[in-house]
């Protein structure tokens, strides 16, 4: 959506160098989503955390190289979005759709996969036991009562 919007606010069109621009997000987004559930799910594991601290932790402690990654990609493309010169009419969409799917898609990963890690958690205990699924949310008896 980021890419999108950005194409729309700089009146650049959507084609196949842009559509390179969406490729290259999805697999920065994929993987600071993948590195983020690898370090909580293996922190389960080794360390019998509950769901709800380990992905906290995973957060905290990967969030400065997702960050980095981010920073670099974003950095790297400026220049391809705001340049000027000979075939920059090429490079622009690329640059402005990367610049803008970055910029909205880091903020949605940082938020959305903590969540949807939970949800998924939640929903797998909730088939494997669906009477105690409740007293083990991974958040403590009293956020699992005030539901």
């Known amino acids: 959506m980021g890419a999108l919007l950005a194409l729309l606010l700089f009146r650049t069109e959507f084609n196949v160098i842009a559509m390179v621009g ?12 993948i590195m983020m559930i690898d370090f909580a799910t293996e922190a389960r594991h080794t360390r019998n955390l509950s769901a709800h601290d380990a992905i906290r932790e995973a957060c905290l402690l990967r969030f400065r190289p997702i960050l980095m990654t981010t920073a670099a990609a974003l950095l790297g493309a400026l220049p391809l979005a705001f340049g000027t010169g000979i075939g920059s009419e090429l490079r622009r969409p690329l640059g402005i759709s990367i610049v803008g799917g970055l910029i909205l898609s880091q903020l949605l990963t940082l938020f959305t996969t903590p969540v949807t890690y939970l949800s998924l958690d939640r929903f797998t205990r909730q088939k494997k036991h669906p009477t105690h699924a409740a007293d083990h949310d991974g958040m403590g008896g009293a956020a699992a009562h005030a539901e």
Do not use: D, E, R
């Open 22 to 33: 969406l490729i290259l997000l999805i697999g920065i987004v994929k993987k600071n989503a």
